[in-house]
């Protein structure tokens, strides 16, 4: 069936940091692929989308393209801030998703 | 908007106790869903619905009922509680339609429920 594999965590870092979050998933088809965050003691928002292949989705300064060749999905940000520390998930679907197991990530000031 | 609401925050159950997740959204959203979060897992599909009167079952549902009886509302039902079924729950909800604006879905603040 569909899953997701991502990059098994905690990943720690440095303020300014690169970031990059691997994520490669399976699909019968050529689903929408997502990357959720959850910030501590909240719910789950959208981060970014993509919702066809070569698709860059972007928004506070990460990045992912959707790479139909390698079936992937990475996350990347090229300087990390505090703030930026959360659990993220990368996903497919559309109404009905399917979630990797999330990465932890901590910034360090 | 309040977005999506859910109650309560925080529940402790007795094995074999019964009770009712309330999720509440004021979007006018046609499609609503129930996942469980539990360590190490990501978030895994309970029960969903596309509308009023219609719901199906996900990748775990045994142990849960679910009905939609209002557009707004999306109640999650655990019958018989075990302690397997302690876990964090989130209900989301989002539109129906198939345009890209369907993709995004909003997710409530979730209910940390322990069952001893």
């Known amino acids: 069936g569909d899953s997701v594999t991502q990059m098994e965590g905690p990943v720690t870092l440095s303020e300014e940091a690169f970031l990059t979050i691997n994520c490669t998933y399976t699909?019968?088809?050529?689903?929408?692929l997502f990357w959720y965050v959850q910030y501590p003691g909240e719910g789950l928002q959208l981060l970014l989308k993509a919702t066809k292949a070569d698709d860059k989705g972007s928004n506070k300064g990460f990045e992912a393209t959707y790479r139909k060749e390698t079936t992937s999905f990475h996350l990347e940000k090229g300087s990390v801030q505090v703030s930026d520390s959360a659990v993220y998930f990368c996903v497919q679907g559309a109404q009905k998703l399917v979630f990797g197991q999330g990465t932890r990530l901590t910034i360090n000031p | 908007n309040a977005g999506v609401t859910q109650t309560p925050k925080f529940q402790v159950l007795k094995t074999g106790q019964s009770m009712t997740l309330q999720c509440a959204q004021d979007m006018n959203h046609e499609y609503m869903s129930w996942y469980r979060q539990d360590p190490g897992m990501g978030l895994r599909l309970i029960h969903y619905s596309v509308g009023a009167g219609i719901t199906d079952q996900g990748e775990v549902p045994n142990g849960y009922n679910v009905s939609r009886s209002t557009t707004e509302d999306f109640p999650l039902r655990l019958l018989s509680a075990a302690p397997s079924q302690t876990s964090v729950y989130f209900c989301?909800?989002?539109?129906?339609?198939?345009?890209?604006?369907?993709?995004?879905?909003?997710f409530g603040p979730g209910t940390r429920l322990t069952v001893t």
């Open positions: 989301a909800s989002s539109y129906s339609n198939l345009g890209p604006s369907s993709y995004e879905q909003y």
């Open positions: 699909a019968t088809g050529y689903p929408s």
